[in-house]
């Protein structure tokens, strides 16, 4: 098993060039099966969640080839309707639900095993199935598998409201929707980045999407979506965590390849809590020289604050002057963290929702285990900050999400080395 080591108290300075979006990539990617001709799509993320997307996309019958520089040649004119996504690969990824809507979307029907992806508490796909049979499928769960099948052999347009703004039911509906027959409106729609590039990736290729980015999103159904080439996003939250990497150990950070506007709500927060933020083009440079100050925080879906960033925040907020509140409104279990934390000297106290952190000034390196992708990334950021040396396991999470992060970070004179460890010597440190 892979830890980083990780020697705190150092000042980050230099340059860090962002990745793709992994969320944006995730989506994009399982859209190319709607497509009848080659795509190629570049700004592709090197992480294991893309990595296994692509050998699903394989293993279905999708010819897929890397073209150089971060870009994937995709041609899925292969995948055959019956065609079923390994078990053992779907159920490693929540992303992997978006096969559902995409194999909708082309065959009308599709067979794909519940997916699987960071445990946050219940995410159900009632959202999902409810746009599915609003666009005129049957499906039900079966033996592990979700099951969906066009009624009268064609999808056809309506309206669908959605109960609550979900990224992965919006995202599943265009999938659907983008060749079924007439008009579809999803109301209360996900506004996030990711679901914008999604309809603009569609859009490239001929499809009729409108309204991507509000509430209200317009797909009038095309016959037919032809290859091309199309740039993925930046990441958003890879860029905020190492935004709040900067907050936590100080130092002066530019960070490239962003779209500062998708970043605008967590600058806002480090911003208020002491951190210099200056926006470029595409670019933003990030300075800490002084000690953080309180915040109060709460999570809300685009454009309010990610939960996606919550617990990096928490992280920088351990080290701030005062108490800091978090309201955690998003994600259920996304506190499960804060224990790891308090290894390393945090004070903090949570009540359902809610997470009440003390800043005491430092914190201790300690071993510390990861229990998902955004926890991992904030037990790197307070070791970062912290006093001594952290070890941090269970970074396989971490590199479900962010590309070369011990690199990157090296690169602006942070002390983190990868070490292999066993099984038996991390259990012991965490149990």
């Known amino acids: ?145 979700i099951h969906a099948n066009a009624r009268e052999g064609r999808l056809v347009g309506s309206p669908i409201y959605l109960d609550v703004a979900s990224v992965g039911a919006t995202i599943n509906i265009i999938l659907a929707a983008v060749m079924a027959d007439g008009l579809t409106v999803i109301e209360n729609a996900a506004r996030e980045p990711h679901v914008v590039d999604l309809a603009n990736f569609l859009n490239s290729t001929g499809a009729d999407i409108k309204g991507a980015g509000t509430d209200i999103i317009k797909i009038r159904g095309r016959k037919l979506l032809t290859g091309g080439a199309y740039t993925i996003i930046p990441d958003q939250i890879e860029a905020g965590t190492y935004m709040a990497a900067v907050a936590a150990a100080g130092g002066e950070v530019t960070l490239n390849n962003v779209i500062p506007k998708h970043l605008e709500c967590i600058t806002a927060k480090l911003t208020e809590i002491g951190v210099e933020v200056k926006e470029y083009d595409e670019s933003v440079l990030v300075r800490r020289t002084r000690r953080l100050r309180k915040t109060n925080i709460k999570t809300l879906p685009y454009p309010g604050f990610p939960t996606d960033m919550q617990p990096q925040m928490a992280a920088c907020l351990s080290f701030a002057e005062g108490t800091s509140m978090i309201t955690e409104s998003v994600a259920d279990n996304r506190f499960r963290y804060m224990d790891e934390l308090k290894r390393m000297g945090a004070r903090i106290q949570v009540d359902g929702k809610l997470a009440v952190v003390e800043g005491i000034g430092k914190l201790s390196g300690a071993p510390v285990q990861a229990c998902d992708l955004r926890a991992g990334a904030a037990l790197i950021v307070a070791a970062l900050g912290a006093e001594g040396v952290t070890e941090v396991g269970g970074v396989y999470h971490v590199e479900r999400g962010y590309e070369d992060v011990s690199g990157k970070l090296r690169g602006v004179g942070a002390d983190i080395r990868v070490e292999e460890v066993d099984d038996s010597e991390m259990a012991g440190q965490t149990g």
Do not use: W
């Not at 080591?5 to 709607?34: D, F, Q, W």
């Not at 929540?94 to 699987?116: D, E, K, T």
């Open 1 to 145: 098993m892979t830890q980083y080591v990780i020697r705190g108290g150092r000042p980050l300075h230099g340059e860090i060039n962002i990745s793709g979006a992994k969320n944006a990539a995730l989506a994009i990617l399982p859209a190319t099966l709607l497509v009848d001709g080659v795509c190629r799509i570049e700004n592709v993320p090197d992480v294991t969640d893309v990595t296994l997307m692509l050998e699903i996309l394989k293993d279905i019958g999708a010819t897929v080839s890397p073209a150089g520089g971060g870009a994937i040649l995709i041609d899925s004119r292969g995948v055959r309707a019956d065609s079923v996504a390994p078990y053992e690969q779907v159920r490693r990824m929540r992303a992997s639900y978006y096969l559902i809507g995409a194999f909708l979307g082309r065959f009308l029907n599709a067979q794909v095993a519940m997916p699987g992806g960071c445990n946050l508490g219940v995410r159900p796909v009632d959202q999902h199935i409810k746009g599915f049979e609003m666009l005129g499928a049957d499906v039900h769960v079966n033996a592990g598998f």
